[in-house]
């Protein structure tokens, strides 16, 4: 049985004391060697900046780490006790050298796992409503029929696992990626996670995109953010062939000994697009079967590197997008686990000129109907050529090319749509030489 969904935390308070922040007093301590290791004399508003913990609370661990011999207090920056100086001492050098042996992580202190949990429920993908209007904009590009649009859209106003299927060039990945658009919003993440005693390094510039959170104040009393956690719209991330199944697992670094999340970790609160599904490095059907759990049940389980396994919230939206006979994959016992099949069919002849129309509307080009007539009885009909959506804008940018190169101005005719048809489609195996 799920369990219920926590109340929204749109503000995170800052913890302001050590015991607060639900972490290890020894943990914090080493973040705070290993910081002023690399940055020499620091004061201790600068340490609270680099830890993203409030000064009361790094008031706390200076106060642990000087009784301890490990700082020395060098002066002060102002009157006030977040300009003092400090410095490692010999004794805290040792402490250093000994923390980094143990994990090289320096930066944010992480936030502790049940909080992690506790943010993602409230948080939960599950609870954003899509509209048709939604689906819509997000669809405008694309020349669809209103009975694909009508079951992308159902699809993505579930919230559940979708694959989307059919011929190359019609539109899969911009179809995947609207039903991301679509759903839209921001979620928090922190920086890193701790897992019993291990980091796990979450927040990922190259996946996450941060966005302005100008209500920083939470109420009257103005308490300020705890800044271990980030603001971030709705994560869509991509994995294509390169996937594999060690990208869906915690990966440990042996130098830093500090994990990396999986990309379904990183994906939570979001959208996770398995792209060309079927040519990943790891089989199709190895792939869901790690997932069956998952799918149905919102929960993952990860493994550290001593053995332990985590329980994680699975929260998140999974569409596939493949060129493959769906039945080619995996059976249907395995499928049945992908609650929506949504094909994108090969446009008709009346899609494919509104989207040649569409393509020439882009480049400020006129339609010649009479053109495109050419191209569909001689480039199509006559070799028995499967229309496909991406053929008007790759057809349409080959003469605009063309006419760059002869220095003239591009039009859509028959001339000009034999000569890019000559060096983009191959040469049907029919065809002598």
């Known amino acids: 049985m799920t369990a219920p969904a926590a109340p929204a935390r749109e503000f995170i308070a800052e913890p302001t004391t050590v015991a607060e922040l639900g972490l290890d007093r020894g943990m914090l301590m080493d973040l705070t060697l290993k910081a002023m290791f690399y940055r020499g004399r620091m004061t201790r508003s600068e340490l609270s900046d680099s830890l993203k913990i409030s000064g009361s609370a790094m008031q706390e661990v200076m106060q642990d780490l000087t009784q301890d011999g490990l700082v020395s207090v060098l002066g002060a920056e102002g009157n006030s ?9 010999q004794k805290g050098r ?33 609870e954003v409503t899509v509209t ?35 011929p190359s060039g019609n539109g899969k990945t911009t179809a995947v990626h609207a039903i991301g658009a679509a759903i839209g919003g921001t979620i928090q993440i922190p920086y890193a996670i ?28 103005k308490a300020r953010a705890d800044r271990r956690w980030v603001r971030i719209k709705r994560p869509t991330i991509w994995a294509g062939g390169e996937l594999t199944r060690h990208s869906l697992e915690l990966m440990y670094d ?34 869901l079967n790690r997932w069956i759990v998952a799918l149905e049940g919102g929960v993952d389980h990860l493994t550290l590197h001593t053995g332990q396994t985590i329980e994680v919230p699975f929260d998140v939206l999974v569409l596939f997008s493949t060129n493959l006979p769906p039945e080619r994959l995996a059976d249907e016992a395995f499928l049945r686990r992908i609650r929506y099949k949504v094909e994108l069919p090969n446009p008709t002849r ?44 790759d057809l349409v940018e080959a003469v605009v090319d063309a006419a760059q190169y002869d220095n003239r101005a591009p039009s859509i005719t028959a001339a000009t749509l034999d000569e890019a048809c000559t060096t983009y489609f191959l040469r049907p195996l029919s065809t002598p030489a």
Not at 81 to 89: I, K, M
Not at 133 to 147: I, K, N, P, Y
Not at 272 to 286: C, K, N, T
């Open 194 to 221: 701790e897992m019993v005693g291990q980091l796990v390094h979450l927040f990922d510039m190259s996946k996450h995109e941060p966005v302005d959170d100008p209500d920083r104040a939470g109420g009257l009393i």
């Open 81 to 89: 006790a977040s300009g003092y100086v400090y410095a490692l001492t």
């Open 254 to 287: 042996d130098n830093t000994r500090v994990y990396e999340a999986p990309l379904q970790l990183k994906a939570n609160g979001g959208t996770l697009v398995i792209d060309d599904f079927g040519r990943q490095q790891i089989p199709a059907v190895q792939l």
């Open 350 to 393: 009346d899609e494919f000129r509104a989207i040649f129309r569409g393509e020439c509307a882009v480049r400020s080009l006129p339609y010649n109907d009479g053109a495109v007539d050419h191209l569909l009885a001689n480039w199509y009909d006559d070799h028995q050529r499967e229309l496909r959506g991406c053929h008007p804008r």
């Open 132 to 166: 048709r209007e939604q689906v819509l904009e997000a669809l405008r590009g694309l020349v669809l029929s209103d009975e694909t649009v009508g079951r992308i859209g159902r699809a993505a106003a579930s919230r559940k696992s979708t694959l989307i299927y059919g």
């Open 94 to 126: 040792d402490r250093a050298d000994a923390a980094f042996n143990r994990t090289g992580y320096v930066g944010p202190a992480p936030v502790p796992l049940v909080e992690y949990i506790a943010q993602i429920r409230a948080q939960t993908i599950g």
